[in-house]
């Protein structure tokens, strides 16, 4: 229905499409972390917690956040490598399909600063500190994105920006 998808390469672009959802479903899943550990769920695979010795049950520990992190960082990078996937897609949108290119840059743009949070707290497993980007981070990616259009070359540079300040 959109003339700037008449060449669309389906095959090459719905593998980005599905690796783009995975990496904002673990964003989510990795912000969530200490609220689902309250509420007896936990989406960390056990056979990934047995590699570093620990239980969900044991996560709901503070205490337990260093022997956590090095499996913390590893989910951050797998995240942070599927959403590289995503923005690749989103960059394969056409410019003339603005609301379609923001509509997907936005949601990532917003992943990707949830990460670079996630990376850098030392709270990762406290349910008294959330981590989520500021309301006004949320304004200003939506102006800028907006007031440049999409543009891939604004929102590529913004990206990396992000993305390098993930530890």
Known sequence: HLPGFRVWDQTC???????????????NILRDLPQDLRNGRCYIPTVLLNQ??????QLLDESSAQAFRPLFRKLIQEARDHLDQGWRY???IPRLEIRLRLA??????IGIRTLQQLSVSPLVLSPNSPIKIARSDVYQIVAST????????????YWGYWRKRII
């Open 13 to 27: 672009m719905i593998p980005l499409a599905i690796r783009y959802g995975k990496g904002l479903q673990m964003v």
């Open 90 to 92: 989103t960059m394969a």
């Open 52 to 57: 570093v010795s620990l239980s969900p049950q």
């Open 146 to 157: 907006g007031l440049t259009g999409g543009c891939g070359t604004v929102g590529t540079a």
């Open 104 to 109: 997907c840059m936005w949601p990532i743009l």
